[in-house]
């Protein structure tokens, strides 16, 4: 395994990096678009990668773990380091990332698997699609109200019946 390190502050287009070396010295720090981010860490031979947990990660995750890399992903609550620093800047955070994956301190985050992170946001979009659908039969319910017209009580409304 390589000695170095990297931490990369990972946004929706771009991606900052800063690659330390085993004593905590900076070999390289540079931004650039999310797909350079593979062609850069090969270029310098990095053996673990550690980013803050976002939306935006999940595919620069899967596209590094799939190609070997060892990548951790820290609970954005927990890294206090990067959350107290009085400077504030992707160089800053992406260094205090690679500082805490080169002293193995970083918090970790549970990032699922494809499979699990399919069935939950496949769980989260019918619940979505139930919740919409209760709101629109209030909504119902409500301008049939306002317009003073009555439903059946002996069934509902949105059954075969209610809605003839």
Known sequence: ?????????????????????????????TRMSNEKVLPYLSHFNVGKVGMESSNQIAPLYRQL?????????????????IAEAKIKSDRVDSKAIAELVR????PLA??????????REKVRRRAFLVRERVKLRVKVKSVLTYEGLKWPTDHGLFTKNGVE
């Open 65 to 81: 773990s799939s190609r070997g890399y060892n990548v951790v992903v820290s609970h954005p609550k927990k890294t206090r380091y």
């Open 1 to 29: 395994m390589s000695a170095l390190v990297c931490g990369l502050d990972v946004h929706k287009d771009s991606t900052y990096a800063t690659i330390l070396n085993s004593e905590g010295k900076i070999v390289n720090q």
């Open 103 to 106: 002293l193995d301190a970083l």
């Open 110 to 119: 549970y990032f699922p698997n494809r499979e699990i992170a399919n069935l």
